[in-house]
């Protein structure tokens, strides 16, 4: 599906444009500008990586200081690695647009995407903006969604409608990510706006709570980029009472609402992993905590071995069994343990399970999206991981990644 037959709802409140500023690509777009109506909020959630990229550290900065009235998104260059002059760049970047539009630089959230460790070429940006601002228009998501790109094969835009207050409030997003995704935040860009009115604290427990159990939730590669961010804005434009209790009738609405945006980006993020074929849910249950439960989750995941499994479509059992294994939990009783591929128990009392056959795990691991369900049988918890499979291609899509 083309970005501009991707289904969404405008967002009162917000416009946006892109244009081309020959970053690194060229005879495509790869600037976005996010403009957000006065009186508008703002949360965010970024990277934990120690070598976070000098985009993240100044809209830390801002995001600090005052509700931001822009965002300005670049993809083809991370502006990360890029020590003092990144930030600095970062700061130009912001000082451009906001001798175009008059308003104060820390008024703009910066981000950026792509190669890790050359510097922004601030000029060619900011020689952009003129251009771009001139199209600022609420319907230019799908034009957005692509701008972001960039192993992406496909752009990620999600839309949903919910009632609050009574009224019918808009959310709508858009995400990029293919490759180095494990994202740990409280190469991924998430951007989510809604016309409801919501304060900044319930704004921000809203992105973390949705975060943890989406994009906090998947990994491609294991690899945490220094560039990772998802902000969530409200234009209040809809007119409602803000939303200042998230347990209230319309706080759990627009939670609900988030959850599944981000869940849906997320997989989308997943589903378009780089040379990926399968989609593949690990669901790790009876753990002892949560904790525990997500340790095992990602040691399957994250596991090359089990990943190249599934690429194959080889139901090689041993390679999930030993991962269980390897996941670092004190006094396993491997007796209780039961791992199941979607349907059919593979694994029981300690061995393959006495009724499995290699014909019915064959059939699960050809299948599009897979379900490994491993069931500890030590307690209630349980987590959730969406990851997806090694193809050859991963290797020569970041083989080639610079040339």
Not at 249 to 270: E, K, N, P, R, S
Request: glycine share 8%; with cysteine; charged share 20%.
């Amino acid at each position: 599906m083309s970005a501009t037959e991707l289904p969404f709802h405008a967002v009162s409140g917000l416009r946006l444009a892109t244009g081309a500023a020959g970053i690194r690509y060229q005879g495509r777009d790869d600037l976005v500008v996010f403009e957000l109506q006065p009186g508008s909020t703002c949360a965010a959630v970024f990277t934990r990586n120690a070598f976070c990229a000098a985009p993240v550290t100044l809209a830390r900065q801002h995001l600090g200081t005052v509700q931001p009235r822009y965002l300005l998104i670049n993809s083809g260059n991370a502006n990360a690695g890029t020590g003092r002059r990144g930030l600095e760049d970062a700061r130009l970047s912001c000082v451009a647009l906001a001798g175009q539009v008059g308003c104060r630089p820390d008024e703009i959230l910066p981000f950026s995407t792509g190669v890790i460790g050359e510097h922004l070429p601030v000029e060619r940006l900011a020689a952009a903006l003129p251009a771009l601002l001139e199209r600022l228009d609420p319907s230019v998501w799908p034009s957005a969604a692509r701008a972001i790109m960039t192993t992406d094969t496909v752009p990620k835009l999600v839309s949903r409608q919910f009632t609050l207050n009574g009224q019918t409030a808009t959310l709508t997003g858009i995400a990029k990510g293919a490759g180095m995704i494990c994202p740990d935040m409280a190469t991924m860009l998430a951007f989510i706006v809604t016309d409801a009115a919501v304060a900044p604290a319930i704004l921000q427990y809203c992105l973390q709570k949705a975060v943890a159990s989406s994009f906090n939730a998947i990994t491609i590669d294991g690899d945490t980029s220094t560039n990772d961010a998802c902000v969530l804005a409200a234009t209040g434009a809809l007119g409602n009472p803000p939303v200042e209790d998230a347990d209230t009738a319309d706080g759990i609405a627009l939670q609900a609402a988030v959850d599944a945006v981000c869940l849906d980006l997320a997989t989308a993020i997943v589903r378009d992993g780089e040379g990926a074929t399968k989609l593949v849910t690990v669901l790790v249950e009876e753990a002892s905590d949560f904790s525990e439960a997500r340790q095992v989750a990602y040691t399957i995941a994250h596991s090359p071995l089990v990943k190249t499994a599934l690429f194959a479509s080889d139901p090689n059992w041993g390679r999930i069994l030993a991962a269980v294994g390897r996941a670092g939990l004190l006094d396993l009783d491997i007796e209780r343990i039961q791992i199941h591929l979607g349907e059919v128990l593979i694994v029981a009392d300690g061995g393959r399970a006495s009724d499995y056959t290699e014909r019915a795990g064959a059939a699960v691991m050809a299948e599009p999206d897979i379900l490994i369900r491993v069931t500890l049988g030590r307690g209630d918890a349980s987590a959730r991981v969406l990851t997806c499979d090694f193809s050859y291609d991963y290797v020569r899509i970041n083989a080639e990644y610079r040339s």
